[in-house]
């Protein structure tokens, strides 16, 4: 009945040094392409970066056991994780150079139960406004057949990042 699971990532601090370096939709598609390491998270939970634009980032996961509740359900931590990135991730596609985000807020709504039998599924985040401190970003959770599984709002606080 014992399962187990391993799994490597890269050192995060050399993304952390080249965040602030360049805008943030040329960092993604840095990480995208593989030129930069991804975040642990990402390797903990076995989700990634899919597709990135200007206000608009889309990550996918295929889920498994490990992302497991005790009532057999995928965690709403995994929705979470990803509703979160894909929202951060479009704010952060919008950024200048030096600038950088954090999230504020998630307000999340799981609509559909997800198990291992769901397939791959998609968060899709995309940018509704960005202002000089904050900026409101949607993200939406999909199945392989773009049947809506949850969703979520986010608000992010934009701050400068210091030279370094």
Known sequence: MTRSRSYTWQDPTVSAAAVGTMSGL???REILAGRLPGPPIAETLAFALEEVEHGRAVFAATPGEEHYNPIGSVHGGLYATLLDSAAGCAVHSTLPAGTGYTSLDLSTRFLRPITVNTG????????LNRGRRTALAEAHLY??????????????????IPAG
């Open 26 to 28: 040329d960092f993604l």
């Open 120 to 127: 791959k599924i998609r968060a899709v985040g995309t940018v």
């Open 143 to 160: 199945d392989a057949n773009d049947r809506l599984l949850a969703h979520a709002t986010s608000s992010c606080m934009l701050f400068e």
